[in-house]
């Protein structure tokens, strides 16, 4: 009995022996592959002269003077008063020390980066739910987290920060990565560093906490929020108390200190950042928030590591800041009573950026109105996202489309809707324009003057979605989103047609970078990035960061001299012609509003500087009823402040500057429905003459004359396209407009639809309806052709007279040449004589009526015209 016994125990032991040796194998494989895994593929190199950060060492800030000199703005150095304050290891009091190593590291003095026993508890942990939470990272370990930002939950993270500890630990003594933790780790309420916590939460200076205080700092580390002394005492407390018996526990206090430290609560003594004490301009901030994206992009530090670098690293920071210029901005921004109210009495806010569009150097910014109250608060003009409306149609539609030949300043497109969505209650049009209406045939120069939402989509589709994307891109407009998937499974995009021609986007764009992709018009079609410093050197004089970059050609020069007289244009004819600031300066620009009217901008530029100002809330709701866009109201108040200065040579900006002019652009004139060499029809409009003055590239000039204008005998009595029957007396030659590919499914308003002429189908009738065109009744009902809500149309049938008129195969005479246009078709210009106007197209092309019988002998004064009905 007792050799069975024997042998089953000797059967279990030996089958534990194999477990284990099985366990010991598995073990030395997976540590020699992890061995392989870290030297092969682990970067364990930091770079601890940017880590570090300076030690506490002040910033200067610099800009240029008008000579080119570099001065420094001595109101502007950074030296970490804001959250951003250095203290050495040996001001720090032991007991203050001792109470984040007890809790957080009790062995750090004895290991080499990792502590073993702790990382196999955190394994532990991890592989047994119920084991409790056992952290494993050594402060060692915990400091390369927070220098590098790597967060990642993942094998390959954890191994990269075991072999950076382990290094880092090679290169520096424990009490300087002690010193460098206790002065980068997180201690909520935007506390970076024990002696800005302890400011933040004592009102004192680290050097002079207690024993309590100090637990009271350590026992946040873990979560900061849960232990955050203010927000959750009570949880503070219970941590706190923690760590004071660890301390006892390990002989750091004594039991008369732990008694002591843990009878009472913490009494906090909060310090609170008092009214305008803030003394960053809104550009600094912007230069330190730009500094630290580069500074963490180009040597993989984290926001946290490059801000430290900033505020104690002693760098020399040169920046692109126009002195006086923000000062005026800023001084401007800072009253008020500057920005308008709408019809309810109600005032939004701003934000503005002025750029030199030649070099892409932000001169001057406005990140919020009214007087700024601290540092590093969120800047309207930079940091906010919002939808751009209107303004971003010159960018992503009519600049690319011109530069590719697509479309010319004479490009005609009717302005009607692009949709039609049917639902149960009739059809949705879109786009819709502001104002609602529909005007029908539009030229590029007004459409864009106008702001004319379906003929931006109309170009955009012609030039095409990708196109028009990218180039938004390569000008800058990052936060276009392409394609992006939401964890629901909705998908987002801005490669469409609302984002791109109407300024639906997803995200939104910042003021800067959408006034930024505007200097590639202003400067003759080279768009630089717009940067707010220059350079960034440490503090031994060794460059860190250089913004030197060329510019690139993003459109040709011709277009940027044609965009900048289209947008011209807009300052004076269109949307932005309430405009002060055009009577003395040059000035070009885009309005903008946003489809659910919570955003007005205006970009515009003078042959001196280029300025976006934004106008709204920062909550995203409806800003109500204005007289003028108020984004106008601003920029031509703060330029025309800026201008006055001129004089006294506070800024350098002149107004006589024009705009430059390119040799290869030129004018002529052209018909504004058809985009053509105008005819002498197109001086028979009854809307008056359609000739206007465009501008061209050399070679894309109109060749062809106008097949849009026709000649048409009208009743001046009745008010209607002429019948056999009116009296010859009554007869004057006008001009409709042939337009044969308009058709919609439902009732649409169209301001032209009243002087559109057709040809009746054989054997119709005309149509005897006063507010309808005379050929109406010729399509089917569900056909509609458009209207122009009027009671009584210009292009409607004469009813008045007998109807249908008897069949005549007489033609109408050739125009008399006192009723027209002296011009010269040679140079298609206007002569400088009285010469009459010779028409080089055919006379039967220009009147509709005709007949192809042989003409009869003329039996009155006035020829009438062949019913068509009857042909």
Not at 516 to 540: C, F, P
Not at 827 to 834: A, H, R
Not at 841 to 856: M, N, Y
Request: with cysteine.
């Amino acid at each position: 009995m007792m050799k069975k016994k024997n042998k089953k125990r000797n059967k279990f032991l030996s089958f534990i022996a194999a477990v284990f040796l099985i366990l010991f194998f598995c073990t030395v494989l997976l540590s020699t592959a992890l061995i392989l895994y870290a030297t092969k593929e682990v970067d364990a190199e930091l770079d601890l002269d940017l880590l570090i950060a300076g030690q506490g060492r002040t910033t200067k800030i610099y800009c240029f003077d008008e000579t080119g000199e570099a001065v420094e703005l001595e109101e502007e150095r950074l030296h970490g008063t804001e959250n951003r304050i250095w203290i050495g290891l040996s001001d720090i009091p032991e007991n203050v020390r001792n109470a984040f190593i007890a809790i957080e590291d009790h062995r750090f003095y004895e290991h080499h980066g990792v502590d073993l026993r702790r990382t196999a508890g955190a394994v532990l942990s991890f592989l047994s739910p119920g084991a409790g939470d056992y952290g494993g990272s050594t402060i060692t370990q915990q400091l390369v987290k927070n220098l590098t930002g790597d967060n990642a939950v993942t094998v390959k993270r954890k191994i990269t920060e075991i072999m950076r500890a382990l290094e880092l630990e090679k290169e520096i003594s424990k009490d300087e990565i002690l010193e460098i933790y206790l002065n980068t780790v997180y201690l909520s309420e935007g506390c970076y560093g024990l002696e800005t916590a302890s400011e933040k939460y004592f009102g004192k200076p680290a050097c002079e906490l207690t024993l309590r205080e100090g637990a009271t700092l350590a026992a946040i580390i873990q979560y900061p929020t849960r232990y955050d002394p203010i927000q959750n005492p009570e949880y503070n407390r219970e941590r706190r108390d923690i760590i004071l018996w660890r301390m006892y526990e390990l002989g750091m206090i004594s039991e008369a200190e732990y008694t002591e430290a843990t009878a009472a609560g913490t009494e906090l003594h909060l310090t609170e950042t008092e009214k305008g004490t803030g003394k960053n301009s809104w550009f600094t901030e912007v230069v330190i928030e730009d500094v630290i994206t580069d500074l963490a992009a180009k040597f993989g530090l984290t926001r946290t590591a490059a801000s430290q670098m900033i505020y104690n690293g002693g760098l020399s920071i040169y920046t692109t800041m126009d002195r006086k210029m923000q000062a005026l901005v800023e001084e401007f921004y800072a009253e008020e009573e500057n920005f308008p109210v709408n019809s309810s009495g109600m005032r939004a806010t701003s934000a503005a950026v002025i750029i030199n569009p030649k070099n892409g150097h932000l001169l001057a910014v406005a990140g919020d109105t009214g007087e700024k109250k601290s540092d590093r608060i969120l800047n309207l003009a930079t940091q906010m996202l919002r939808s751009p409306g209107s303004v971003i149609k010159p960018i992503t539609v009519y600049a690319p489309a011109l530069d590719r030949d697509l479309i010319t300043w004479a490009s005609v497109f009717d302005d009607v809707p692009v949709l039609f969505t049917k639902e149960d209650d009739g059809y949705v049009m879109w786009p819709k324009n502001n104002p609602r209406v529909y005007s029908g045939l539009t030229t590029v120069n007004t459409a864009l003057a106008k702001s004319t939402n379906t003929v931006a989509v109309r170009v955009l589709q012609k030039l095409g979605i990708r196109e028009a994307f990218d180039f938004a891109k390569e000008l800058g407009l990052s936060t276009l989103v392409e394609n992006e998937k939401t964890a629901d499974g909705e998908v987002f995009s801005d490669m469409a047609l609302a984002p791109l021609a109407l300024g639906a986007v997803t995200r939104g764009v910042s003021v800067r970078d959408m006034t930024g992709a505007y200097s590639a018009l202003a400067n003759e079609g080279i768009y630089h990035k717009t940067i707010s410093y220059t350079e960034v050197y440490d503090k031994d004089g060794k460059l860190l960061l250089s913004n030197a970059e060329e510019g690139i050609r993003a459109v040709s020069a011709e277009t940027a001299d044609i965009m900048t007289r289209l947008l011209q244009n807009v300052v004076t004819n269109g949307t932005a012609s309430a405009l002060t600031l055009q009577k003395s300066v040059q000035v070009a620009g885009k309005t903008g509003t946003s489809n659910a009217d919570t955003d007005r901008w205006f970009i515009g530029y003078t042959p001196d500087i280029l300025c976006g100002v934004w106008y709204g809330y920062k909550d995203a709701h409806d800003i109500g009823t204005f007289k003028v866009n108020p984004a106008v109201t601003v920029f031509d108040d703060l330029l025309t402040s800026l201008y006055a200065q001129e004089a006294a040579e506070v800024v350098t900006l002149d107004k006589t500057r024009s705009f430059p002019q390119c040799e290869t652009v030129v004018s002529c004139l052209y018909c504004k429905d058809s985009g053509e060499i105008p005819s002498i029809a197109c001086t028979h409009d009854p809307r008056g003459h359609r000739i206007e003055l465009g501008y061209f590239k050399k070679g894309t000039e109109p060749v062809s004359h106008c097949d849009v204008h026709t000649l048409v005998e009208y009743d001046s009595k009745t008010h209607a396209v002429a019948c056999e029957k009116c009296p010859p007396e009554n007869l004057i030659r006008t001009a409709l407009l042939k337009i044969y590919d308009r058709s919609f499914p439902c009732r649409v308003t169209v301001t032209d639809a009243q002087y559109v002429y057709r040809y009746l189908p054989f054997g119709a009738a005309p149509t005897l309806e006063e507010n309808q065109a005379f050929f109406q009744d010729a399509y089917e009902k569900d056909c509609y052709i458009g209207n122009s809500n009027t009671n009584s149309a210009y292009n409607r049938y004469c009813a008045e007279h007998e109807n249908p008129p008897e069949e005549t195969t007489e033609e109408t005479t050739a125009p008399e040449t006192t009723e027209s246009m002296p011009f010269d078709t040679t140079n298609n210009v206007p002569s400088e004589t009285t010469a009459p106007f010779t028409d080089t197209t055919e006379t039967k092309k220009s009147i509709p009526f005709e007949s192809t019988e042989k003409k009869k002998e003329e039996t009155s004064s006035r020829r009438r015209w062949v019913p068509w009905w009857k042909k």
